[in-house]
């Protein structure tokens, strides 16, 4: 999260924040932007908040720190668009906090407009920051073992179709489904591999589309962070560490691997880590390997609707390694 000025108190929507919602989500961003002022103030006076500090933003949200007033508790305000990615976010954060897992706390939500209140961690403190990056991915693994021992349950999942294989964030409130990904990457694979200009890197994503095809008649039940990178840690009370930012679905937890190989990489790490998540996490090597090939397939196929033509780097040697593995 990046800091956001203020002028008298007023907030002032920062261009990073307008450039990205413009970019990712057109007009529907733009209009976002526009109304953030208003929302800000509607759900400070609704929820009885006072601000408490510098206003925050990452890609699509704004974060204010505030106080609320019955209690005192620190808090902080979530401000972002409903689409596909964010709708699911309120429901698997109630799942986790029944289950006291470790992810941030929702405090309070509104479904119109997805405005959350969540408990306030130390936004200065993340695994970013943790100097042994070994003992960040370790981290990391436990935190993925608390979140993924979660089977979400069928009105959670409403999105999904009957056999639990697919399906998108259905009525505004069900979690995405791994299945209808799969399939979307596999439908996708043949033209990624046309664009690619690297004949090995063509090889690889190959690979990786043979690889999910394996286990992709068995997605999987469990909740997924899908986007737990060092990043996506930060310090909470007592110093535990706090998963934040899900973006969830419902899958198979050796899908959620990747950010953690790729996240502060080193290429002669990727092999260690792999096999230190497997473990706490009691996954089965080769199909953590196929799904974590699937994910390097799904970054490809964005690479390449974005215009790219290799394969990145790391994205690449993950791919490498992670193959050679089993």
């Keep these: 999260m990046t800091h956001a000025p203020t002028i008298g108190g007023v907030i002032d929507i920062p261009d ?13 961003g733009r209009a976002f932007v526009a109304a953030l002022p208003g929302l800000a103030a509607e759900f400070l006076e609704r929820w009885g908040l006072r601000r408490d500090g510098e206003a925050m933003y990452g890609v699509c949200a704004l974060v204010l720190p505030v106080v609320r007033a019955g209690d005192g508790r620190r808090a902080v305000l979530k401000l972002q668009p409903v689409d596909a ?10 799942l986790w906090g029944a289950a006291g897992a470790g992810a941030v706390r929702l405090l309070a939500h509104d479904p119109e407009t997805g ?5 306030r961690l130390d936004g200065r403190r993340s695994l970013e920051g943790e100097p042994d990056a070994d003992r960040a991915v370790r ?3 436990g935190l993925l073992a608390e979140l993924t021992a979660v089977r ?12 639990g294989a697919g399906g ?17 990457m596999l439908a996708a694979a043949p033209d990624v591999v046309a664009a690619l200009v690297d004949e090995e890197e063509r090889g690889l994503v190959r690979d990786c589309a043979a690889a999910v095809r394996e286990v992709a008649g068995e997605p999987g039940d469990r909740l997924l962070h899908w986007d737990l990178h060092f990043g996506n ?25 990747l950010p953690a190989l790729a996240n502060r990489f080193e290429a002669g790490a990727v092999g260690k880590r792999f096999d230190a998540m497997t473990g706490v996490l009691g996954l089965d090597r080769a199909r953590a390997a196929a799904w974590t090939l699937g994910r390097v ?12 033509r290799r394969l990145a780097p790391e994205q690449a040697e993950i791919a490498r390694v992670v193959r050679g593995s089993v």
């Design 115 to 119: 405005t959350m209140l969540l408990e």
């Design 152 to 163: 979400p349950g069928a009105g959670a999942r409403m999105g999904m179709d009957a056999a």
């Design 168 to 184: 998108g964030a259905g009525a505004g409130a069900g979690l995405r489904g791994l299945g209808e990904a799969v399939a979307r």
């Design 16 to 28: 990073a924040l307008i450039a990205t919602q413009s970019a990712y989500n057109g007009e529907a």
């Design 297 to 308: 397939l799904q970054n490809a196929c964005w690479s390449v609707e974005s215009g790219a």
């Design 233 to 257: 840690v930060l310090a909470g009370e007592g110093g535990a560490w706090v998963a934040i930012d899900p973006k969830p679905l419902v899958g198979d937890p050796g899908f959620e691997l």
């Design 139 to 141: 981290v990391i693994a």
């Design 85 to 94: 990615e964010t709708a699911g976010e309120p429901v698997a954060l109630r």
